[in-house]
């Protein structure tokens, strides 16, 4: 008999960027922005719950990479962390990504970005592969990301 396993796969990226916690979190909550680091198309297509800061919480965007469409909604955000998971389990189930953001300096103008994903692949594709293809093109992000800042003058704010 044929067994097919699936596995939780988890991808951790880790990232310094030349620029406050705050500044971080508002670019990254800035959805329909977040393709100048990421290789897919992203648009808002439900706004923050009350309250929360912009592109947080209860919002939902949607995501296309190529004919592949899906959509993430923000659990929880707040300056230092970002949560957000798949809604719906396509085309990965069990989908959790959680962003850290750690001030380096006492001035805060150094984070460190720590963003892990967790999430099943589906049966048919091997793990290594599906692991091997998004870790790469998280890590890519995110360098995209810290080039971004580093090319830029920023101001400090709050992500709000």
Known sequence: MNYLVRFMITIEVTQKISAPVEQVCQVLLDHPQLERFFNAKVKTIKMQNEGELLGGKGAIRQVSIGKIVFEEEIISASDEHICYRIVGNWPVSDHQG???LTPLDVG????????????????????????????????????????????EHYSTGKCA
């Not at 594709?125 to 599906?130: G, K, Q």
Request: proline residues 4%; aromatic residues 14%; glycine residues 4%.
């Open 108 to 151: 805060n103008r150094t984070t460190q970005l720590d963003y892990v994903i967790n999430f099943n692949g589906p049966k048919w594709l091997p793990s290594f592969l599906l692991k091997f293809f998004v870790g790469s093109d998280i890590s890519k992000a995110m360098k995209k990301l810290a080039q971004h800042f580093a090319s």
């Open 98 to 100: 959680d962003i850290q």
